[in-house]
């Protein structure tokens, strides 16, 4: 567990009472588990791994005895605190990440590790069928790193990770989730039509392709103008402020605070299909997704007949208005698109 007292412990007053014997789930886990009881068709997954916590994928996938051990322990877990499915956040195997170990036979055992989630998760004998999926960087050139033509086979979806291309990790400014490549852009190459295109050609179907979308911005500060409308692309030295972190901006709070206000002005990208935000003043721009550029990308979904939308992260969008766009698009084939 990540937080054993938020997820299993804390006390809900709508589900939970004093008198409940002992060891009764409580926490989260179970707000989730009375959720499902209002929305039966509602599924919810363990999700393992991320960009800090796969510090150990590439050891435990490495042999067959710890991929059992590995497998059966989250297969436990997963039924133990009534999910449905699991998911894997592997960041990254063969080329690492965040400091991480790993090895040219990640790519293989990483195949061998899905093969065998699949294998025991379908062995459940349950009458149910328990998703499995994977999350996945949206740079093409990991994609080698994977076998994808296999994981298509075991897994349900992959949800490629198309946001954090830019931060202010990079001494120019950028787009953080740009739909289509710009050349004059720092790094072409990242963008989500790039991603999807590396992917399906490496033998990924439409239909098991789940593009991710960003409810958040990234922002960059010192950033003196350059030839481009805005600041684009221009170089820049560190991180703007944030809403709970410095460069990182949840979408509700730019609406609120930032866009065409408090001397920030809005452009658009009509190469990428973004907007963004600059303040001379300040010298802070921030890239950011918006209603407009969140239609682009329910339109290419569907247009590309993908598996649908995955979010980072729901809660950064507070009056749902991104979200409802998205599942207006996606789901119920508006057109909401007039800008």
């Not at 039966?40 to 042999?63: N, R």
């Not at 605070?257 to 907007?275: A, I, Q």
Request: glycine content about 8%.
């Amino acid at each position: 567990m990540g937080d054993s007292y938020a997820d299993t412990e804390k006390f809900f007053a709508n589900s939970d009472s004093w008198n409940d014997p002992a060891g009764t789930m409580r926490g989260n886990f179970n707000q989730m588990v009375q959720m499902k009881k209002q929305h039966p068709h509602l599924k919810t997954m363990i999700s393992i791994g991320g960009w800090t916590w796969s510090t150990h994928f590439s050891d435990v996938a490495s042999t067959h005895a710890d991929r059992t051990k590995f497998v059966n322990s989250c297969v436990k877990f997963m039924k133990d605190y009534q999910f449905d499915g699991i998911d894997v956040d592997w960041e990254f195997p063969v080329e690492g990440g965040n400091n991480i170990k790993h090895r040219p036979e990640d790519k293989e055992n990483y195949t061998y590790l899905m093969q065998l989630f699949r294998e025991k998760l379908d062995a459940l004998g349950d009458g149910e069928h328990h998703p499995l999926t994977i999350a996945v960087s949206a740079a093409p050139y990991r994609v080698k790193n994977l076998e994808v033509s296999e994981l298509n086979v075991a897994l349900d979806w992959i949800n490629v990770m198309s946001y954090d291309f830019n931060g202010s990790w990079n001494k120019r400014t950028g787009h953080n989730a740009p739909l289509y490549m710009n050349h004059d852009a720092g790094t072409p190459e990242f963008n989500a039509n790039s991603a999807v295109d590396e992917y399906l050609e490496s033998g990924l179907s439409p239909a098991k392709l789940v593009l991710g979308v960003g409810f958040y911005g990234r922002g960059w500060s010192n950033v003196e103008p350059n030839n481009k409308d805005g600041a684009l692309f221009a170089p820049a030295n560190g991180a703007s402020p944030g809403t709970w972190e410095a460069g990182v901006l949840d979408y509700s709070d730019i609406v609120e605070n930032y866009e065409n206000k408090n001397g920030y002005t809005k452009y658009w990208d009509d190469v990428s299909k973004v907007p963004y935000l600059y303040n001379p003043e300040k010298k802070i721009f921030v890239s950011y997704d918006d209603m407009q550029s969140m239609c682009y990308k329910s339109g290419y979904i569907n247009d590309r007949n993908l598996g649908g939308a995955m979010v980072w992260e729901a809660s950064s969008d507070y009056g749902y208005e991104l979200q409802d766009l998205v599942w207006d698009v996606v789901v119920s084939g508006a057109d909401a698109c007039h800008f």
